[in-house]
């Protein structure tokens, strides 16, 4: 099968957080979080060909990111070692997703290889199996096996559904990468913040605990906040980079996008409840 054959093709979601509020602090140093993830029309493709040898090839590596250190072919290893098995696979991804973004790309790669391998590869491991063995890789990957857009507590991993409205979203890209590790460091940062209820959250409670230190490091960051904020109501996606704004229509969405600075990216996409991964399986 090419890399080409759309049937071939699992697509890697990008997400939003609605709300970032940190809340405290492990003893492994990890953040416990309140957020509510939504996903995007906008996604990685990845395609998988297993093989009968035990190795993981990447056949496209990305840029500044060393092959074994991919998270897909991390993700993939894993999924090797904790089901023993003697296959191995080519992977192949067509990157759409900027790195770093705060729009969690690398995670949903590594939560699609997961996914398909299982399936490929027949290890037959639950969804809470493939969550669990997410977590090690990331915060982020049990969201994207989970698949539907949910409150999240814990650093991420305890999710309750929720049925949110689908706007279309500009996504702002200020075109400088945040490192998330930084942002947790940050003696500044406040790990404090009361807990807050859905209910809350849905009557407009909708801060991100991060946006102060990031935009204080990133003037850049500050920019695109004040630029878009002079269109809508601005926001920053988990440790950022990201600023996005809600739209009542895609007309709407790209109308701002089109006055958008050059000195910016800009991505229109549609808010999902359900991950484009799991339609996709379900229409396989
Ligand atoms: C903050 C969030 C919100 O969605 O998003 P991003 O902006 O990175 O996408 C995530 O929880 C990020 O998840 P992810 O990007 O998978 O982070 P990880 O690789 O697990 O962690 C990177 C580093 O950030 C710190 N970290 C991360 C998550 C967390 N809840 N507490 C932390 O203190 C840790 O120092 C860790 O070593
Ligand atoms: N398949 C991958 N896609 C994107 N980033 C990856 C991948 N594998 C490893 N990485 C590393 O993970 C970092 C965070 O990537 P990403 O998930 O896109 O950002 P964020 O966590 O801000 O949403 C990248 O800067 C890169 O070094």
Not at 106 to 114: M, N, Q, R, V, W
Not at 159 to 185: K, Q, R
Request: glycine share 8%.
């Amino acid at each position: 099968m090419s890399a080409n054959d759309s049937q071939g093709l699992w697509p890697a979601p990008a997400k939003l957080n609605l709300m970032l509020r940190v809340v405290g602090r492990r003893a492994d140093g990890y953040h416990e979080l309140q957020t509510v993830f939504q996903f995007l029309d906008l996604a990685d493709q990845l395609h998988f060909t297993p093989t009968d040898d035990s190795a993981i090839r990447l056949r496209t590596p990305l840029p500044g990111v060393a092959p074994e250190h991919d998270l897909t072919v991390r993700a993939a290893h894993l999924l090797q070692q904790t089901s023993q098995c003697r296959l191995g696979a080519e992977i192949h991804i067509d990157k759409r997703l900027p790195m770093g973004g705060g729009l969690g790309g690398g995670s949903s790669d590594a939560a699609t290889t997961l996914v398909a391998l299982n399936r490929l590869w027949n290890t037959n491991l639950s969804q809470q199996e493939l969550a669990q063995l997410g977590l090690s890789l990331g915060a982020d990957v049990p969201i994207f096996i989970h698949g539907h857009a949910a409150w999240a507590e814990g650093i991420g991993e305890t999710l309750s559904n929720m049925e949110l409205n689908c706007p279309w979203y500009l996504i702002v890209h200020p075109g400088c990468h945040v490192s998330t590790a930084d942002v947790f460091s940050a003696a500044d940062l406040t790990r404090n913040s009361p807990h807050i209820k859905i209910a809350d959250f849905l009557g407009g409670d909708r801060a991100n605990d991060c946006l102060p230190v990031v935009a204080k490091r990133h003037p850049q960051v500050a920019d695109a906040l004040a630029w878009l904020g002079e269109i809508t109501t601005a926001r920053m996606t988990g440790t950022g980079a990201c600023i996005y704004g809600e739209f009542n229509s895609q007309a709407e969405a790209e109308s701002a996008c089109s006055r958008l600075p050059e000195r910016f990216q800009g991505f229109v996409a549609r808010g999902l409840n359900r991950s484009p991964l799991f339609d996709r399986i379900d229409s396989s």
